[in-house]
């Protein structure tokens, strides 16, 4: 409900398609500074513990949201700070909470575990665009942001029931900035973790622009007002589940790195495809398949990496897993607002597709460890 409602925010207050990608790019660019750095705080700290305080710390940003939407002081600048304090949270929420994943569940479930939790982000996916919509139309925008901050009371009473062996930190032995070293040499000393990265890093800055582009979409292109943007965006969102799903169940009966190539090809193709659409019954349909494929991906090169990265790694390979997933995404969403204000945004989208499907092709051309995992 927040990305929604911060979306069709900033094109309300601006009326302008790169501060749509600016304020997207505030709330993703401490990712791409601190997250690294973040990874080696969590592989000296209990994980549980700090995702319990980030998640305090974001229902704050989101209160703060609601006020100042509410009250009507809100401003484009005020938004980006609040979108960056979100990012700078997330920074070191991300690598803690996706590390926490296989203490939860062990190393052999991981790929499924987060397939069904990436299910259960997408089924927020659908669900919050809907009632985003609805809360617009019946109650205002700022009660989206407002919504949003009460529903932390279930995430933190969630987090405050799940009982973990008591945290014993390591003996650490290394400094900080040897301690980061470590974590970009394991990644540089394996292939198949290599190509993965570099494939997350082009997907980031390429393929997810058209979520942050979507407003623009929706409004410009489909000719559909906040409803229709909430619609669009559950859409994706049902191809995610649907991907999710079909990945929990379909991983241990397929060689994943097959799939992952599969998923990468498909994504691109999708996109590309879905740039050229002007009709909203067409883009429907299309924006279903570009979701599955999307969360298939995603998901994939997150297990594939959880399963192959040594226990004492995870805090840092996963940061920096972050910062090409999280932190890239920002360089896309200001390269496709640029692109969109001057020839249009289906020229963006449409070129950043193209781009995919010729770095994939590479990729797996240059690196085809990644076929073996």
Request: glycine residues 10%; charged residues 10%.
């Amino acid at each position: 409900m927040q990305q929604v409602g911060q979306g069709w925010l900033a094109l309300q207050l601006s009326n302008s398609a790169f501060i749509v990608g600016l304020v997207s790019a505030a709330g993703s660019l401490p990712i791409l500074f601190f997250s690294l750095y973040a990874g080696v705080i969590v592989d000296r700290r209990d994980k549980l513990r700090m995702v319990k305080i980030a998640q305090v710390l974001l229902s704050l940003e989101a209160a703060v949201l609601w006020w100042a939407v509410w009250d009507k002081w809100i401003t484009i600048p005020s938004l980006v700070i609040l979108a960056a304090i979100n990012g700078l949270i997330s920074a070191v929420e991300i690598p803690a909470r996706q590390s926490l994943i296989v203490d939860l569940v062990g190393r052999d479930d991981v790929v499924d575990a987060i397939a069904l939790n990436s299910g259960g982000f997408n089924l927020a996916r659908i669900i919050g665009p809907s009632i985003a919509a609805a809360v617009i139309a019946g109650l205002g925008l700022s009660w989206c942001f407002g919504i949003n901050a009460v529903s932390y009371i279930a995430v933190i009473g969630c987090l405050a029931a799940i009982h973990l062996p008591k945290f014993v930190p390591a003996e650490t032995i290394v400094a900080a900035r040897e301690g980061f070293r470590e974590g970009i040499d394991y990644i540089r000393s394996r292939r198949d973790v290599t190509g993965i990265m570099w494939l997350i890093a082009v997907y980031s800055i390429f393929g997810f622009q058209y979520l942050a582009m979507m407003p623009v979409i929706a409004r410009d292109v489909l000719h559909t007002g906040a409803g229709g943007y909430g619609f669009l965006v559950t859409l994706v969102g049902v191809g995610a589940l649907s991907g999710a799903l079909l990945l929990a169940g379909l991983s241990s009966r397929i060689r994943r790195g097959k799939l992952f190539r599969i998923s990468a090809i498909a994504f691109a193709v999708l996109l590309l495809v879905f740039s050229l659409v002007r009709v909203k019954e067409v883009a429907g349909p299309l924006l279903v398949l570009v979701g599955l494929t999307m969360m298939v991906n995603g998901a994939l090169a997150n297990g594939i990496l959880q399963s192959l990265v040594p226990d004492e790694l995870r805090g840092r390979v996963m940061a920096a897993y972050v910062f090409v997933y999280v932190g890239f995404t920002p360089i896309g969403s200001l390269i496709a607002g640029t692109i969109s204000h001057v020839i249009g945004v289906q020229w963006a989208i449409g070129a950043g597709a193209a781009i995919m499907l010729l770095f994939a092709t590479f990729a797996f051309w240059k690196f085809p460890e990644m076929l073996r995992v």
